[in-house]
């Protein structure tokens, strides 16, 4: 989280280069850019700490080889802020093309501290020829992440939402409610846990917690700063003073992340794990590690929900190649490779309203997995809040709980 501030504080201190922003979404000719591409390596900066989406990402390279002549580097991170450092340290060289970052998966803190910087190239989005293909009126997400506009400096690539996951042989009727969840700790201590801050799934369930707890959680969308913040997070301590004791290992240690959480159910050690994946489960289940007694569910008052982008620096060196990526992404058959939950099981971006009969053939015949809730069984997505409230939030955690008693 250090790492988090400095970051922010290194990007208010950056001038934008306003000429590489100059190339705006009508002077893409896309005829151009893809004969560009051809022939580039596209450094993809995405989080590298799940062996699905790994080798999900390996497949698309792939394809965007064979299409394409680009190839694709996936640059693994543990932390989305590893790589928006680098693009910060490269502006402060004074090295405004040739850059090392080609892509970067982002969305949160990360893209709004890049973008209100002018470190992001664009607008692009609308340029991309895969893009009225998706669902801005059903996901509106895609248009504003965190509370920020994305304005087109991010293409949308996968949508998600937080799931609870459970095994019915040993829970058959889960909590569904922050409050519910509370009493269930107290009742069943050493069978929950959520990864340490600040990983992005654990301080996303701290900002679940909050939602729960407030009586108006749409103070949340204004910037931390512009409210009273001990008197609005104060509720989320108090809960949290009383689960800590009754968690995993008495909230002594934390798993790290969503697939150390993901062991931790399928090892039996915790009874309830969650994800923003809601395909997640079926997918473990495909992939034999997980019961297939283990089933998902939302809380009755919503659970967070946001999208993924792909976002291209403002001096990429293989900027065309990202713009193929980008667009690559977007395309049905690559889109319905990553919802299903054998593979992925991402909830795509795309309206199927607005793709041909072959390729609305294609989700269609998806098998989601006996663990997926339906569409309609998703419960109401909520909104995120404004990405200041993470950056605080997950900061003292730390302070608060990330050492031993």
């Known amino acids: 989280m ?3 501030l400095a970051l922010t504080a290194a990007l208010t201190l950056a001038t934008a280069d306003q000429t590489a922003q100059a190339q705006a979404q009508d002077g893409l000719a896309w005829d151009s850019v893809v004969a560009a591409a051809r022939g580039q390596t596209v450094y993809w900066h995405a989080w590298g700490g799940d062996p699905r989406i790994n080798a999900f990402i390996a497949s698309v390279g792939q394809d965007l080889q064979a299409r394409h002549g680009v190839t694709l580097e996936h640059v693994r991170l543990a932390d989305t802020a590893d ?4 693009v910060i340290a490269e502006r402060q060289a004074g090295r ?3 850059g090392a970052v080609d892509a970067i998966w982002i969305n949160g803190a990360n893209f709004a501290a890049m973008k209100d910087q002018g470190l992001l190239f664009g607008p692009f989005t609308q340029a991309l020829p895969n893009w009225p293909l998706v669902d ?3 996901n509106p997400a895609i248009l504003v992440d965190f509370t920020q506009p994305v304005e087109g400096y991010g293409s949308p690539w996968a949508m998600f939402q937080m799931v609870y996951e459970h095994d019915t042989a040993v829970l058959p009727e889960p909590p569904r409610s922050i409050d519910a969840l509370r009493a269930w700790i107290a009742d069943n201590p050493g069978r929950f846990t959520y990864p340490q801050p600040p990983d992005f799934l654990g301080t996303s369930f701290l900002k679940q917690v909050l939602h729960g707890v407030l009586d108006d959680p749409s103070m949340l969308m204004r910037p931390a700063e512009d409210a009273d913040y001990d008197a609005v997070t104060a ?3 108090t809960f949290l003073d009383e689960i800590t004791p009754n968690l995993w290992r008495q909230g002594r240690a934390y798993p790290a992340n969503e697939p150390a959480l993901g062991q931790l159910l399928a090892d039996g050690e915790v009874d309830i794990a969650f994800s923003f994946n809601p395909g997640r489960a079926s997918a473990a289940i495909a992939a034999g590690e997980l019961p297939d007694t283990v089933r998902t569910f939302v809380f009755d008052d919503g659970t967070l929900a946001n999208a993924s982008f792909l976002a291209i620096p403002y001096n990429a060196a293989n900027r065309e190649g990202a713009l193929v990526l980008a667009n690559l992404i977007l395309d049905p058959a690559i889109q319905a490779r990553a919802q299903d939950p054998a593979i992925l099981g991402f909830q795509t971006v795309l309206g199927l309203d607005r793709l041909s009969d072959a390729d609305r053939a294609r ?7 006996i663990a997926t809730l339906a569409p309609d069984a998703m419960g109401m997505g909520l909104d995120e809040p404004h990405p200041s409230w993470m950056t605080r939030i997950a900061e003292d955690w730390v302070a608060r709980y990330g050492t031993a008693p």
């Open 2 to 4: 250090r790492r988090l």
């Open 83 to 86: 790589a928006v450092t680098r």
């Open 96 to 98: 405004d093309s040739g």
């Open 136 to 138: 801005t009126t059903a």
């Open 235 to 237: 509720p989320l301590w």
């Open 363 to 369: 989700f269609r015949a998806l098998d989601l997995g």
